[in-house]
């Protein structure tokens, strides 16, 4: 389907001019991941190129989207009405003017006519590099239905803390030693190649404490292995600052510590203690090396820039202890604890990618 056409009929708060035709739009075709839930329970996973989603509003007679700023549409009925999720935090209502979306899924090509949809969701995969579908996990954290069904992903359990404004829409507000939500990610979803990106914030400042202050996620599988990613005094590995834990690989520090009478986090070069603005904080992995300057296995950037990486390591299978169903926690270490982050932090738009991502829009 090369354009997805669409009729606005509510203006929203969108960068264009009030002018006869606007365009915003790629100049090669998007990959898109469709995940669609159809009003008997059935869901479908495919995908579609375009390189716009067009449409006409009060603000612009035409109107081509780049279809990277569309978060989600959710259908509410039989008459075409939808709600429409911008990755901004606007939204807005529309008609879908066309009678049917065209899925390219591993059941072949599907038209499924627009008053079969329950819900569905789109996220794009710029430059073609997920063969086998990009997106294999994305919770919004707008609020607790989009826990327990977020819009890709195995349906979670929210278990506490606020829904706060965040950094798109809202976000989870998760306060010191208390589970926020967590998921159990079935086979599949961690593989030898991906990525694990979110917009994360501290909340509480201070000199860095040991036992993740804050820590925002973990994949777990407990007496096995983790991916985990904290900012701590002394991750139990020699290192300091902004750390991440790769299943099968040494941990990545910011700084390692010296023991001192000072605090371990104060004199630290930066990265070394988180402040309180949002920041996007990613994790990526490939077994054959992540295609950036040094070829490591495993990289971390901070707002879209590389701060830490691990050597190549070819005997490496990436994180099998996890790949074949673990459990993803905000922030709890295991379930038998409470919680694991000492200080409290709000986190937004959480995705895990079957590929290693290096382009984060920056």
């Excluded at 789109?122 to 239905?145: H, K, M, Q």
């Excluded at 000199?207 to 820590?215: A, D, I, K, V």
């Excluded at 599988?221 to 600052?241: A, H, T």
């Excluded at 104060?266 to 992995?285: F, G, I």
């Amino acid at each position: 389907m090369k354009h997805l056409i669409v009729a606005l009929f509510t203006s929203a708060a969108i960068a264009v001019s009030a002018a006869d035709e606007a365009t915003v739009a790629l100049t090669t075709d998007a990959t898109i991941t469709a995940n669609a839930t159809l009003k008997d329970g059935s869901t479908i996973k495919g995908e579609f190129l375009t390189q716009k989603i067009t449409g006409s509003t009060v603000f612009a007679n035409q109107l081509a989207l780049d279809p990277t700023i569309i978060k989600s549409f959710t259908f509410t009925s039989t008459n075409g009405e939808a709600k429409v999720s911008l990755v901004n935090g606007d939204a807005f209502a529309m008609n879908i003017s066309n009678a049917g979306f065209k899925i390219k899924s591993l059941l072949g090509d599907l038209e499924i006519p627009r008053t079969n949809f329950r819900a569905i969701s789109l996220s794009v995969c710029r430059g073609g590099n997920a063969a086998d579908g990009g997106l294999a996990f994305y919770c919004t954290f707008d609020d607790e239905a989009s826990i327990t069904t977020p819009a890709v992903g195995p349906k979670g359990i929210f278990q506490g803390g606020e829904f706060t404004p965040g950094k798109n829409g809202n976000a989870l507000f998760v306060p010191a030693f208390t589970s926020g939500a967590k998921f159990d990610l079935p086979s599949g979803v961690i593989g030898t190649a991906g990525t694990i990106e979110f917009w994360g914030k501290a909340n509480e400042l201070g000199p860095l404490t040991e036992g993740g202050c804050p820590r925002f996620f973990e994949i777990l599988k407990i007496g096995k292995g983790e991916i985990s990613q904290d900012w701590n005094s002394n991750n139990g590995g020699g290192g300091c600052g902004l750390t991440f834990r790769m299943d099968g690989l040494p941990w990545m520090a910011s700084s390692s510590f010296e023991y001192s009478s000072a605090m371990r986090s104060s004199h630290r070069r930066p990265p070394m203690r988180p402040d309180a603005e949002w920041h996007h904080y990613a994790l990526v992995w490939d077994v054959n090396g992540v295609d950036i300057p040094g070829k490591p296995s495993a990289a971390v950037y901070l707002d879209g820039r590389l701060i830490l990486s691990t050597p190549f390591v070819p005997t490496w299978k990436g994180p099998v202890n996890v790949a074949d169903g673990s459990t993803l926690l905000f922030p709890c270490r295991e379930d038998e604890m409470p919680g694991y982050s000492r200080r409290a932090f709000t986190i937004d738009d959480f995705k895990i990618w079957n590929y290693a991502k290096t382009d984060f829009g920056f």
